[in-house]
């Protein structure tokens, strides 16, 4: 302090330790939305309600009974498209939040149930070609190939009226 006629004089206070990183006032969870088939794309959308204002990242996750759930490498985008890796298991998508100043705060979304299989999207029927007669070889193709590639089995059958098959040995 200082006062006329005396010697200026200061003082220093004592620490009370670092400035505590604040939390978020609020924040928003994030929702899920799609079709949880094999092929199909799910999507990440959330509320702008953090406050303040948020640097938000994702990380998608999987777990088969929704307990112990994994990290999918590499799945940190809005989106994820879902591979036979998910089939049979459940997804969802844990939301980081940062600020400067805050405490780092995760929320995680909604589940939407098991992923089921996908479905063909070409799938050509097999063409036979030679001559059906006694001891003549009869031979199968398949061109274009099956949309996603599929491994192919084979059943020959036979038919006296083309309404009752057999599985032929």
């Not at 990183?21 to 949880?36: L, V």
């Not at 405490?103 to 070609?129: H, Q, R």
């Not at 949309?147 to 036979?158: D, E, G, M, R, V």
């Amino acid at each position: 302090g200082t006062l006329s006629g005396y010697t200026t004089s200061s003082i220093v206070s004592n620490v009370l330790g670092r400035v505590a990183a604040a939390a978020f006032a609020s924040k928003a969870t994030p929702t899920i939305s799609g079709t949880t088939t094999v092929g199909s794309s799910l999507s990440v959308s959330s509320a702008p309600d953090w406050s303040p204002s948020a640097t938000l990242t994702y990380q998608w996750q999987s777990s088969s009974d929704q307990v112990a759930w994994s990290n999918l490498s590499g799945e940190t985008g809005i989106s994820h498209v879902l591979t036979v890796n998910d089939f049979q298991k459940y997804v969802r998508v844990v939301q980081t939040g940062t600020a400067a100043g805050y405490v780092t705060e995760t929320t995680t979304s909604n589940v939407l149930g098991a992923v089921t299989a996908g479905g063909f999207t070409s799938k050509p029927a097999p063409t036979i070609s030679g001559t059906a007669t006694v001891t003549q070889t009869l031979t199968v193709s398949l061109a274009p190939a099956w949309t996603p590639s599929a491994t192919l089995t084979y059943q020959w059958q036979s038919s006296s009226d083309q309404g009752a098959w057999s599985n032929l040995s």
